[in-house]
Nanobody, 119 residues
């Protein structure tokens, strides 16, 4: 069973930057997709950033410019660099990864890390 462990969340002031980390218990090479999602209070979970099939990162239009996803294969860690944070970015941020094996998809989620931005 693959485990994903997020860290780096916390309480920050508006305009700050923050980097989240997601440490995987398996090699990043074993994953089909790695992503960051977030869930704001009272809202549905939404995609923040995506790496699928090792291609260049993808971001929803609303996330472009302030969020950057990156990977460190040596550390089996996925990062989310966030800048110019504002109160609307307050959310629980989740790491996601999936594996494809013999025609089946296996999905994994981290436990989430809370980011609170003070206005």
């Amino acid at each position: 069973q693959v485990q994903l462990v997020e860290s780096g969340g916390g309480l920050v002031q508006s305009g700050s930057s923050l980097r989240l980390s997601c440490a995987a218990s398996a090699s990043l090479h074993s994953f089909n997709a790695v992503r960051w999602y977030r869930q704001r209070p009272g809202k549905e979970r939404e995609l923040v950033a995506d790496f699928t099939d090792g291609r260049t990162p993808n971001y929803p239009e609303t996330m472009k410019g302030r969020f950057t996803i990156s990977r460190d294969y040596a550390k089996n860690t996925i990062y989310l660099q966030m800048s110019s944070l504002n109160s609307d970015d307050t959310a629980v941020y989740y790491c996601y990864a999936d594996q494809l094996f013999q025609g089946r998809q296996y999905e994994y989620w981290g436990q989430g890390t809370q980011v609170t931005v003070l206005s």
